[in-house]
C-alpha cells in the first residue's frame, strides 16, 4: 500500500508544483484556465490509471504473497 | 477581464453561508445539523423500522451506507446544477455594479455546495466508523471523485445558467429533468432490480458512474469501475471546454439581455 500512497503524493506534488508555476506566470487569463482545466484532467487520470495499476499488480504483491525462489527452502524436493 | 478573481468567488461562497443562514440563532452550525439529522433519519427509518438490508452485505446498516453513499452527493451535484441555472437572472444586479465575468458565478456556487457535501460526507464517515464499519484503501478515492462530479456539474451549470438568460422555461425543466435523472440513477433501488435493456443503456447516465463509485468504496470497500471514472473525466472536461465556448460565444449578447 505504500506504492499507491507514493505515487499518489508524487502526482499530487507535480500538479501543485505546475499549478503553482502556471499561478506566478503572466498568460492571457484564456489561456490560464485551459491549462489549468488540463493539469486537473491528466492529474485525475493519473489518480484513477494509479489505483488501477495497484489493483492489478500492487495489491496482492506483498512479501508474504510471492511465490518461493527457485531453490528456497519451501520446495518440496521429494 | 479577470474571470477567476479567487478573492470575490470566497468572498461570494462566505457570503452564500452567512445568507442562508442570516438571522438564525445557531448561525452556521445548521450546516451540520441538517445533514446530521438527515443520516439520522435514513439510518433509523431504513435500518431499525423497515430492516432493509441488501444480500451479500453483512450490516444491519446495508441499505443506509448504500443510499447516503450516492444520496448526499447527488443533492450537491443537483442543488449546484439547479442554483446555476438561474446564477446569472438572481444576480444580475451584482453583474452590471462588479467587474466579473459570468464563469464566476456557477463556480461560487459550486464551491459552496462542494463546503456542503464536504460536511455531510465528514459527519457520514464520523457514523461509519462509530458503527464499526470497515474502510478500505480506495476510500482516498472518494475526494477525486468529488472533484470529478463537481467538475461535472460546473460544466452543466455554467451552460444552462447562459442558455437560461434566454429561455426563462429552462429553470422548470431542469427541475423536471433532474427530478427524472434521479429516478433513473440506482440510488434508492438497487441497479440489479433494473430490466435487462435498461442495464445497458444505464452506463450512460454519468451519475450512475458516479453513484456506483461511492456505493462500491463506501458499502463493500472495493474499487469502483476505473474505465468508466477515466471516460467519464474525458466527457467533463469535453463539457467543460464546450461550455467555455458557449460562454465566449454568448457573452456580449447575455450582458444585453440582462
Redesign the interface.
Known amino acids: 500500500?505504500i506504492y499507491?500512497?507514493l505515487s499518489?503524493a508524487v502526482i499530487l506534488l507535480v500538479y501543485l508544483l505546475f499549478m503553482f508555476f502556471v499561478m506566478k506566470r503572466v498568460i492571457a487569463?484564456g489561456y490560464?484556465?485551459l491549462i489549468y482545466?488540463l493539469l486537473?484532467?491528466i492529474m485525475?487520470?493519473g489518480?484513477?490509471?494509479t489505483?488501477?495499476w495497484?489493483?492489478k499488480n500492487w495489491k496482492d504483491a506483498g512479501p508474504l504473497n510471492k511465490e518461493p525462489a527457485i531453490g528456497s527452502f519451501l520446495d518440496d524436493k521429494s | 477581464?479577470?474571470?477567476?478573481n479567487k478573492k470575490l468567488i470566497l468572498e461570494f461562497v462566505k457570503r452564500d453561508f452567512e445568507e442562508r443562514f442570516a438571522g438564525s440563532v445557531l448561525g452556521r452550525l445548521w450546516s451540520f445539523i441538517g445533514p446530521l439529522v438527515n443520516i439520522l433519519i435514513y439510518t433509523i427509518i431504513f435500518s431499525n423500522l423497515m430492516s432493509a438490508r441488501l444480500s451479500g452485505v453483512d450490516s444491519k446498516f446495508s441499505y443506509s451506507i448504500y443510499l447516503i453513499a450516492a444520496l448526499l452527493p447527488w443533492i450537491a451535484f443537483s442543488t449546484t446544477i439547479l442554483r446555476s441555472t438561474t446564477v446569472l437572472i438572481d444576480k444580475k444586479h451584482l453583474i452590471s455594479k462588479i467587474n466579473i465575468a459570468f464563469p464566476s458565478m456557477p463556480l461560487y456556487i459550486n464551491l459552496s455546495e462542494t463546503v456542503t457535501l464536504f460536511i455531510s460526507v465528514t459527519i457520514f464517515s464520523g457514523f461509519l466508523i462509530i458503527f464499526g464499519h470497515p474502510f478500505s484503501?480506495?476510500s482516498?478515492?472518494i475526494p477525486?471523485i468529488f472533484?470529478?462530479q463537481q467538475?461535472l456539474a460546473y460544466a452543466i451549470g455554467l451552460t444552462l445558467a447562459v442558455l437560461t438568460v434566454f429561455i426563462r422555461d429552462l429553470k422548470e425543466v431542469v427541475g423536471i429533468v433532474l427530478q427524472v435523472w434521479f429516478w433513473f440513477t440506482p440510488i434508492v433501488y438497487v441497479k440489479e432490480i433494473l430490466p435487462e435493456f435498461v442495464k445497458k443503456i444505464i452506463i450512460f447516465n454519468p451519475f450512475f458512474i458516479l453513484a456506483d463509485s461511492y456505493q462500491s468504496i463506501f458499502l463493500w470497500n472495493r474499487?469502483p469501475d476505473?474505465q468508466h471514472?477515466?471516460i467519464l473525466?474525458v466527457i467533463t472536461?469535453i463539457l467543460?471546454?464546450s461550455s467555455?465556448l458557449i460562454y465566449m460565444k454568448l457573452e456580449s449578447d447575455v450582458r444585453d439581455f440582462l
Do not use: D, N, P, Q
Open positions: 500500500m499507491l500512497f499518489i487569463w490560464k484556465s482545466g486537473t484532467f485525475l487520470v489518480i484513477f490509471l489505483f488501477a495497484y489493483e | 477581464m479577470r474571470w477567476l484503501e480506495y482516498i478515492l477525486f472533484i470529478l467538475l474499487l476505473i471514472l477515466v473525466t472536461f467543460l471546454i467555455y
